[in-house]
């Protein structure tokens, strides 16, 4: 009290507090903590669906590849099985070179189709789970087969072209020996048929 008047109390009045502030309050309502499982709630069913879409569109790429390759696998078999063998009197490292080749294609060929077959054949769950590995098994028979005919079967038409044209040169030259021999015969009997002959004594 002073000159009569009372003084107002601030035992009981409220200031501002600056703990939120400082760092020291709650957190704000965007990172509380028990809003996380909200959130995660909503992501991981999105998430889940993106999934199993992906899954499902891999699998049909898979299967629309397995068809592509099925027909270029049955393409490389039918133009192995044409493929004569190396001719006898080819040279011996011409020969070894071709039949390593034709091997690998041979490998190649029952690699490509046993993966076309196992993704053919097994139901659409079955290819729906193992989209991975169906398409990486996919991957690996597609560049075996850019192989085979990019650069194996060129290389066996090459040797197989030229076995024929050294068995061609070598009949040949057998065919003008023996017109030389026919000439050197005749030419040999003209010269016994125009001698005189000889006087009686």
Sequence with gaps: MAGGRLLPSTSGSRQPSMAGLDGGGAPPAACDPNNLPAAIVLVFPVMVVALLCWRAARTRRNKDECRRLAQRVALLRDL?????????????????????????????????????????????????????????????????????????????????????LHHLLQLQVIVQDGHKYEETDMSNGRQYCQRPPRPKE
């Design 80 to 164: 192995r099985q044409l493929m004569a063998p190396a001719p006898p009197l080819a040279k011996a490292a011409a020969a070894g070179v071709r039949a390593v080749l034709a091997g690998q294609v041979d490998a190649w060929v029952k690699e490509a189709e046993s993966v076309v077959l196992g993704c053919t054949s097994s139901r659409w769950p079955c290819r729906f789970v193992r989209c991975d590995r169906h398409g990486e098994q996919l991957s690996v028979v597609r560049m075996n087969l850019d192989e085979a005919y990019d650069r194996i079967l060129p290389v066996v038409a090459q040797i197989d072209t030229a076995h024929r």
